[in-house]
C-alpha cells in the first residue's frame, strides 16, 4: 500500500515562491515516478511535472523555466520548487506516484496566488 502525504499549499503573491513537499510511504520500485498534477476550478488535472528516481524530469511548458521538481530517495520526498508565481497557477495540486502502472493519490494541497 502507497500513501502520499502534501504539504506546502499556501495563498502567495504572484511572482512570489512556494515549495511544495510529498512524503511517501509504503512499496518502492526503481521504476517509481513520481510527480505533480494540478487542477483548477471548473478545469482537467493536468500534469505539472514528475521525476523518476534516476532524477529523469518532465515538465508541462506552462511551468518551465519556473519550477523545479526534485526527489529523495532515501526520505521518500518529491518537491515541487514553485518560482514567479502567477494567478493562473492557482489550483489544488495533487502528489502522484506510479508503481508498477498503478496511480495513487495524495489529499491535494492549495495553493492560491493573489494579489
Known amino acids: 500500500q502507497v500513501q502520499l502525504v502534501e504539504s506546502g499549499g499556501d495563498l502567495v503573491q504572484p511572482g512570489g515562491s512556494l515549495r511544495l513537499s510529498c512524503a511517501a510511504s509504503?512499496?518502492?520500485?526503481?521504476?517509481?515516478?513520481m510527480g505533480w498534477y494540478r487542477q483548477a476550478p471548473g478545469k482537467q488535472r493536468e500534469l505539472v511535472a514528475r521525476?523518476?528516481?534516476?532524477?529523469?524530469?518532465t515538465y508541462t511548458g506552462a511551468v518551465k523555466g519556473r519550477f523545479t521538481i526534485s526527489i529523495d530517495n532515501a526520505k521518500n520526498t518529491v518537491y515541487l520548487q514553485m518560482n514567479s508565481l502567477k494567478p493562473e497557477d492557482t489550483a489544488v495540486y495533487y502528489c502522484n506516484k506510479n508503481h508498477f502502472s498503478v496511480n495513487y493519490w495524495g489529499q491535494g494541497t492549495q495553493v492560491t496566488v493573489s494579489s
Open positions: 521525476i523518476s528516481r534516476s532524477g529523469m524530469t
Open positions: 509504503g512499496s518502492v520500485s526503481t521504476t517509481d515516478v
